[in-house]
């Protein structure tokens, strides 16, 4: 299995940022790919949803407490952006190429992550089998991401480098885990 350790990186465009850190883990195994976030710290001053009883494909998680990666095949220009909620929500979308031609990827009906909340952390893992989208053989391009929504109404965005002056995890240069 090749995997790998990571830590992401706040862009917070104004005041001090809380006392927060995002640490996880990418792993895959031929088509499978396995994904762990770990938010730790003040999390009494995040805004996280409610656990939904039956997790749903969602649109808009962005603007809410989220957790993301995107996936791109090595030298193709279409990419997929996955979102996970910790209150169970999830989305897949297709891009043909740098924020154009954007569907819901209808190849996954439900992304089987779970979610384990404490006082002082947040643990959300997914497991996939990626063989409806991708081959096997192929090389992955992943950036990885979060928009952490605080309670008092602002936003922090996370990602493993911000390679522009505003956040934006679509760019390509953020792409910068080959699997």
């Given at each position: 299995?090749n995997g ?6 706040p862009?917070?465009p104004?005041g ?17 790919l ?7 710290g003040?999390l009494?001053?995040?805004?996280i949803?409610?656990i939904a ?9 962005w ?12 030298d ?9 909620s ?7 979308y ?13 190849a ?11 006082p002082?952390?947040l643990?959300v893992a ?11 053989d ?7 991401a979060?928009v ?9 965005y996370w990602?493993l ?6 956040p ?6 953020g792409?910068?885990?080959?699997l």
């Amino acid at each position: 299995m090749n995997g790998h350790d990571f830590s992401l990186q706040p862009f917070f465009p104004g005041g001090p940022l809380p006392s927060l850190k995002i640490t996880g883990h990418l792993a895959r195994a031929g088509g499978n790919l396995a994904i762990r976030y770990e938010l730790r710290g003040a999390l009494a001053e995040v805004a996280i949803s409610t656990i939904a009883e039956a997790p749903a494909r969602k649109p808009g998680l962005w603007e809410e407490t989220c957790f993301e990666f995107f996936l791109a095949m090595k030298d193709a220009p279409g990419y997929w952006e996955f979102n996970l909620s910790p209150g169970g929500g999830w989305n897949v979308y297709g891009f043909q190429a740098y924020r154009q031609g954007m569907r819901e990827e209808t190849a996954f009906t439900s992304l089987p992550f779970r979610v384990r909340r404490r006082p002082d952390s947040l643990l959300v893992a997914l497991e996939l089998d990626m063989g409806s989208i991708v081959r096997t053989d192929q090389i992955f391009e992943v950036a990885i991401a979060a928009v952490i929504k605080l309670k008092d109404g602002g936003a922090t965005y996370w990602a493993l480098t911000h390679p522009g002056s505003i956040p934006d995890f679509h760019r390509r240069d953020g792409f910068i885990i080959e699997l």
